[in-house]
């Protein structure tokens, strides 16, 4: 599919990316490695404006919105050929246990009207502990990865009210010292401290999102040659082994261009699919 010969020539092309947490380290090398690309980062836009993960300023847009969003400005203050926009996200885990990390990475061109958003979302181990819980604190630090920062947050999420980038126990109890002067609020929490460059796993996904990124972009539309044709939607119905019953297994992806509305469907290499996942062998 990237064979097309309209298709946009990453190689060798300038891209532009907006962060102050030190994201251009891990995406910078994906970019040469590609595409002997190179990438130019600014810091001239305040990120954390836009939504924090200690919560002293609310994300209002959606993860999708704030990558998009962010590789605008980067286009705006790198004059590159392309802008890049990296958000990551926190929720419940889809299976109900721990929490679950959600990376994009997004890519708009400085001339024409196209997006293309890569993303990858995993488990994310992470731990706090209230302040004062001796037990609770004495596993959470003998447990702290190495590299991983901590911040002390307190209740209600209050502007001013978040210590961040503490990396020894030691370190906090002096950060708490200098800055609860009068007296440590009895709500405070201790947590991993979740910006990239604080981070290691998050670093990790960010880099696993950017490559998924890139094989998006390589994959063109056979029609029009916009980038970013890949077989997200998904047809189910694979008929059981057993009786032949239409089950909820995968039997094809399909990819549709977000410009012309060209189709492609890919049938799975599975004929049949295992009784145990059909809905009358095993009901």
């Not at 060798?12 to 690309?37: C, D, N, V, Y």
Request: include cysteine; charge should be negative.
């Amino acid at each position: 599919m990237s064979s097309h010969p309209r298709a946009l020539q990453f190689h060798g092309a300038h891209f532009g990316l907006l962060s102050l947490h030190h994201k251009a380290s891990i995406i910078a090398p994906l970019l040469a490695e590609r595409w002997q690309a190179r990438l130019t980062n600014s810091t001239a836009f305040d990120t954390d404006t836009l939504g924090t993960f200690s919560g002293e300023v609310e994300r209002r847009l959606t993860p999708v919105e704030c990558a998009l969003h962010k590789a605008r400005l980067a286009l705006e203050l790198t004059g590159a050929d392309f802008g890049l926009g990296s958000e990551g996200s926190f929720g419940a885990s889809p299976w109900g246990i721990g929490t679950h990390n959600q990376e994009l990475v997004a890519c708009v061109p400085a001339k024409g009207d196209w997006a293309v958003v890569g993303g990858y979302a995993a488990p994310f181990a992470a731990d706090e502990y209230r302040y004062g819980d001796t037990e609770a604190q004495q596993r959470f630090w003998q447990q702290l990865p190495a590299g991983q920062g901590v911040m002390a947050v307190a209740s209600g999420h209050k502007a001013g009210r978040s210590i961040k980038a503490i990396t020894t126990q030691a370190e906090l109890e002096a950060q708490l010292a200098a800055h609860f002067a009068e007296q440590i609020p009895a709500d405070l929490r201790i947590t991993y401290d979740l910006r990239a460059h604080q981070s290691p796993q998050r670093r990790v996904h960010i880099a696993r999102a950017a490559e998924n990124l890139f094989a998006r972009l390589a994959c063109v539309c056979p029609d029009c040659a916009r980038p970013g044709f890949w077989p997200d939607q998904t047809e189910t119905g694979l008929p059981c082994a057993a009786c032949g019953t239409p089950t909820h297994s995968l039997i094809a992806r399909i990819a549709q261009c977000a410009g012309c509305g060209y189709q492609q469907r890919t049938a799975v290499a599975e004929a049949l699919a295992d009784p145990a996942t059909c809905p009358w062998c095993n009901p």
